[in-house]
């Protein structure tokens, strides 16, 4: 690379240069370059397969990556880890898990605590907080699988609100959940934003993006588009990002328009 | 019985047994303790068949050191660090190598296991046929440590498998923490800076070593149930981490105590079958009696929620029917509602049911003093039966007429609605509900309010 790294400010909270990630020998991304800005709510958007999930994974170690280098707040992820939070999918593990909610709550905390350290009041304290913050106080002690599939969501975001990150990676935080936890979630991003932090959020419903967010990034295995919605969220780039597909939910959609008067 | 005597009672059996079978009681049941504390996480972490790939490839192993150490010098096969040192590496091995298969893209975990088990126990088949053939292969009773043979135990293996217990205890304790997050959430750990794989192989190590120690008392092919079933076991009793270890370890020292002593009572069955069949006893005892899921507290539950559902529908039942009947305008209370006669027959046409629980239902509330018979043959409600009737039917209603005019619910509401509707309404809820249709002036449909029932009023005499 010809720019070195020292170059970037370190108030960027994620940069990602010619990164290129692939399974079993497939491309999922290649040659993705992208840059967040300090605090921004950034959409991730982009058909299935498109590599949105990856991109998160790829950044945070957790697969492996092909070339390309990350950056968060101008360094390496091992130095800056603290500043950075990941919320999973929800998906991802078993609910069936024999803990309560603010036992998952304080694993947000584990870290701060250190290697052989036990779990004392006060974290206990700090993750009852979070839990409050995200109206599931009632709901502390209760086992996560007896919790709402959006009270789940809830519990992983009060995890990574403990972290007291810079950065907030979210990996699908509106999948299945109702309303009323999607509001309380877009609330909580703004919250976030107007202190300061940022963060980069898988998304799906393309109708909300410009309601809930600063910044888009169009993804397909490479960058479509990425900038201020107001610039970049355009008909036509949603189009490229998503090829047929939308077109075809256009079409749809104009189709049912036009049936529903008559029914 | 206080823990003093249960304390008392050990002794006293402990006392009846001769040293040997003491010393193997003690063996066995410090193994039961490590292998519950082990198998709790490895049932966390989705890994329950590492432990039987672990103890299946520890066959070819201990056969691999046998032979070796016999070739070196003829005589010497028999030594135990070596065999078990042999056994572990193997044992090791076939994880990684299964590491290894399941990332060929067409394989999955389980063909991966399967492969890896199976390959390696037919090598350790083969081997231990080839031992046979040599002059002291015979006496070398390889095949005991399949099967294991707890009555060999002596006080020298009782020390190493106090040494191995401790060890488990010390490291799940030391890693508890990790152990959990990386059982629950890997890319969440792995996210936040834990090194995963160290951590997963920590607890590969664990599980090697306790199989291993395992092979001379349940055997090695023993070893997973002793793993598996304690933990399995204990799912049914808590939903908190910290507890599930710790009864799957009693668990494991509970059946390893109980399979040792019945064996000591009856010589001809080996001891690690029988550890492994009381293991299967409490599995199945929790699986029906245990305090969370476990299936005769399930069917109660479910049974006692069915007849709260019932005794409410027939209390609404016989309110509506007095209501239509009667013309009770709008809300009528307590004193004016238990004066008023109604018929079985009306309200078991009003209602559905079969005969039997009708009959049922109107037992239970004749008897718990709601309802009385009086001397034409008509029903009545008592006053605190009549109370029960308003409170059920303004709880009713008032659900419904929140769901039908709250469809679009205030935030943080949603998720409670199952909540509601599942145990009913909290009296703070109640409350709420009315003051909204108050402020509608939307009161017309619910009964009116009465402070909470008393406690002591509601006894009848």
């Given at each position: 690379m010809s720019s070195g790294a020292s170059d970037l400010p370190s108030s960027v909270p994620f940069q990602v240069r010619d990164l290129t990630v692939s399974y079993h020998r497939r491309p999922v991304l290649r040659d993705v370059d992208f840059v967040a800005k300090p605090e921004r709510l950034t959409a991730l958007v982009g058909p299935n397969g498109a590599g949105k999930s990856t991109l998160l994974k790829a950044s945070l170690g957790l697969i492996p990556i092909v070339s390309g280098d990350v950056r968060f707040f101008g360094q390496p992820l091992a130095v800056v880890r603290h500043r950075v939070a990941y919320v999973p999918q929800r998906t991802s593990v078993d609910w069936d898990f024999p803990v309560t909610a603010i036992d998952v709550v304080v694993m947000g905390l584990y870290r701060r605590i250190g290697w052989f350290r036990p779990v004392l009041a006060r974290h206990r304290r700090t993750a009852m907080q979070a839990l409050e913050q995200v109206e599931l106080g009632p709901f502390a002690s209760r086992q996560i699988s007896q919790l709402s599939g959006g009270q789940q969501q809830r519990v992983f975001l009060a995890r990574a609100l403990v972290?007291?990150?810079?950065l907030y990676l979210m990996d699908e935080p509106f999948a299945g959940v109702d309303a009323a936890t999607e509001r309380a979630i877009v609330a909580l991003m703004h919250g976030l934003r107007a202190e300061g932090k940022s963060a980069i959020v898988v998304h799906h419903d393309l109708q909300t993006v410009p309601e809930y967010f600063d910044d888009v990034l169009l993804l397909n295995n490479r960058v479509i588009a990425a900038g201020p919605v107001s610039e970049v969220f355009t008909p036509e780039n949603q189009r490229r990002a998503y090829g047929g597909k939308l077109v075809l939910l256009e079409t749809v959609e104009h189709q049912l328009s036009l049936e529903r008067p008559r029914s | 019985m206080t823990g003093l005597s249960w304390f008392v009672l050990a002794q006293r059996t402990a006392g009846l047994l001769d040293y040997s079978t003491r010393m193997v009681l003690a063996g066995t049941v410090l193994l039961g303790i490590a292998a519950g504390i082990v198998g709790a996480f490895l049932l966390l972490r989705k890994r329950s068949l590492v432990g039987d790939v672990a103890s299946h490839a520890a066959v070819p192993g201990l056969a691999a050191a046998f032979l070796i150490f016999e070739i070196n010098s003829p005589g010497s096969g028999r030594w135990l660090p070596g065999l078990l040192i042999g056994a572990a590496v193997s044992a090791a091995l076939a994880i990684w190598l299964t590491e290894r298969v399941k990332r060929i893209r067409y394989i999955k975990e389980d063909a991966a296991l399967a492969v890896v088990l199976s390959l390696s126990f037919g090598l350790g088949v083969c081997l231990l046929t080839i031992i046979q053939s040599f002059p002291s292969g015979n006496q070398a009773h390889l095949t005991d440590f399949l099967f294991g043979r707890a009555a060999a135990l002596v006080e020298g293996d009782v020390l190493t498998l106090t040494g191995v217990a401790a060890g488990v205890l010390v490291m799940t304790l030391a890693f508890f923490k990790e152990l959990a997050v990386l059982s629950f959430d890997e890319d969440f750990a792995a996210a936040q800076g834990w090194p995963v794989a160290k951590l997963e192989l920590l607890l590969t190590a664990l599980v090697v070593v306790v199989t291993v120690t395992a092979m001379q008392s349940v055997g090695l092919l023993l070893a997973v149930a002793l793993l598996i079933t304690p933990a399995v076991a204990a799912r049914f009793w808590t939903d908190r981490l910290p507890g599930l270890v710790a009864i799957s370890a009693g668990i494991g020292a509970l059946a390893s105590a109980a399979g040792t002593i019945v064996s000591a009572q009856i010589p001809r069955l080996g001891t690690g079958a029988l550890i492994v069949v009381f293991g299967l006893i409490f599995f199945i005892l929790s699986w029906f009696f245990g305090s969370k899921r476990g299936l005769v507290w399930a069917w109660w539950e479910r049974r006692r929620g069915n007849r709260e559902i019932h005794e409410a529908d027939l209390l609404r039942a016989v309110y509506e029917l007095l209501e239509a009947k009667n013309d009770v305008e709008g809300r009528p209370g307590p004193e004016r509602l238990a004066d008023l006669p109604w018929s079985r027959a009306a309200v078991a046409s009003s209602l559905t049911w079969p005969a039997r629980r009708f009959e049922r239902i109107l037992a239970t509330l004749l008897t718990r003093g709601w309802i009385w018979l009086d001397a034409d043959g008509h029903y009545r409600f008592t006053l605190h039966g009549a109370r029960r009737a308003i409170d059920t039917v303004r709880r009713h209603r008032l659900w419904e007429l929140y769901l039908l005019n709250y469809a679009a619910l205030p935030a943080g509401q949603i998720d409670r609605a199952a909540d509601i509707t599942e145990h009913g309404l909290t009296d703070a809820e109640m409350e709420r509900l009315e003051g909204l249709f108050a402020a509608r002036g939307d009161q017309s449909q619910v009964p009116a309010s009465f402070h909470k029932i008393d406690a002591r009023e509601g006894e009848p005499a």
């Amino acid at each position: 690379m010809s720019s070195g790294a020292s170059d970037l400010p370190s108030s960027v909270p994620f940069q990602v240069r010619d990164l290129t990630v692939s399974y079993h020998r497939r491309p999922v991304l290649r040659d993705v370059d992208f840059v967040a800005k300090p605090e921004r709510l950034t959409a991730l958007v982009g058909p299935n397969g498109a590599g949105k999930s990856t991109l998160l994974k790829a950044s945070l170690g957790l697969i492996p990556i092909v070339s390309g280098d990350v950056r968060f707040f101008g360094q390496p992820l091992a130095v800056v880890r603290h500043r950075v939070a990941y919320v999973p999918q929800r998906t991802s593990v078993d609910w069936d898990f024999p803990v309560t909610a603010i036992d998952v709550v304080v694993m947000g905390l584990y870290r701060r605590i250190g290697w052989f350290r036990p779990v004392l009041a006060r974290h206990r304290r700090t993750a009852m907080q979070a839990l409050e913050q995200v109206e599931l106080g009632p709901f502390a002690s209760r086992q996560i699988s007896q919790l709402s599939g959006g009270q789940q969501q809830r519990v992983f975001l009060a995890r990574a609100l403990v972290q007291q990150a810079d950065l907030y990676l979210m990996d699908e935080p509106f999948a299945g959940v109702d309303a009323a936890t999607e509001r309380a979630i877009v609330a909580l991003m703004h919250g976030l934003r107007a202190e300061g932090k940022s963060a980069i959020v898988v998304h799906h419903d393309l109708q909300t993006v410009p309601e809930y967010f600063d910044d888009v990034l169009l993804l397909n295995n490479r960058v479509i588009a990425a900038g201020p919605v107001s610039e970049v969220f355009t008909p036509e780039n949603q189009r490229r990002a998503y090829g047929g597909k939308l077109v075809l939910l256009e079409t749809v959609e104009h189709q049912l328009s036009l049936e529903r008067p008559r029914s | 019985m206080t823990g003093l005597s249960w304390f008392v009672l050990a002794q006293r059996t402990a006392g009846l047994l001769d040293y040997s079978t003491r010393m193997v009681l003690a063996g066995t049941v410090l193994l039961g303790i490590a292998a519950g504390i082990v198998g709790a996480f490895l049932l966390l972490r989705k890994r329950s068949l590492v432990g039987d790939v672990a103890s299946h490839a520890a066959v070819p192993g201990l056969a691999a050191a046998f032979l070796i150490f016999e070739i070196n010098s003829p005589g010497s096969g028999r030594w135990l660090p070596g065999l078990l040192i042999g056994a572990a590496v193997s044992a090791a091995l076939a994880i990684w190598l299964t590491e290894r298969v399941k990332r060929i893209r067409y394989i999955k975990e389980d063909a991966a296991l399967a492969v890896v088990l199976s390959l390696s126990f037919g090598l350790g088949v083969c081997l231990l046929t080839i031992i046979q053939s040599f002059p002291s292969g015979n006496q070398a009773h390889l095949t005991d440590f399949l099967f294991g043979r707890a009555a060999a135990l002596v006080e020298g293996d009782v020390l190493t498998l106090t040494g191995v217990a401790a060890g488990v205890l010390v490291m799940t304790l030391a890693f508890f923490k990790e152990l959990a997050v990386l059982s629950f959430d890997e890319d969440f750990a792995a996210a936040q800076g834990w090194p995963v794989a160290k951590l997963e192989l920590l607890l590969t190590a664990l599980v090697v070593v306790v199989t291993v120690t395992a092979m001379q008392s349940v055997g090695l092919l023993l070893a997973v149930a002793l793993l598996i079933t304690p933990a399995v076991a204990a799912r049914f009793w808590t939903d908190r981490l910290p507890g599930l270890v710790a009864i799957s370890a009693g668990i494991g020292a509970l059946a390893s105590a109980a399979g040792t002593i019945v064996s000591a009572q009856i010589p001809r069955l080996g001891t690690g079958a029988l550890i492994v069949v009381f293991g299967l006893i409490f599995f199945i005892l929790s699986w029906f009696f245990g305090s969370k899921r476990g299936l005769v507290w399930a069917w109660w539950e479910r049974r006692r929620g069915n007849r709260e559902i019932h005794e409410a529908d027939l209390l609404r039942a016989v309110y509506e029917l007095l209501e239509a009947k009667n013309d009770v305008e709008g809300r009528p209370g307590p004193e004016r509602l238990a004066d008023l006669p109604w018929s079985r027959a009306a309200v078991a046409s009003s209602l559905t049911w079969p005969a039997r629980r009708f009959e049922r239902i109107l037992a239970t509330l004749l008897t718990r003093g709601w309802i009385w018979l009086d001397a034409d043959g008509h029903y009545r409600f008592t006053l605190h039966g009549a109370r029960r009737a308003i409170d059920t039917v303004r709880r009713h209603r008032l659900w419904e007429l929140y769901l039908l005019n709250y469809a679009a619910l205030p935030a943080g509401q949603i998720d409670r609605a199952a909540d509601i509707t599942e145990h009913g309404l909290t009296d703070a809820e109640m409350e709420r509900l009315e003051g909204l249709f108050a402020a509608r002036g939307d009161q017309s449909q619910v009964p009116a309010s009465f402070h909470k029932i008393d406690a002591r009023e509601g006894e009848p005499a």
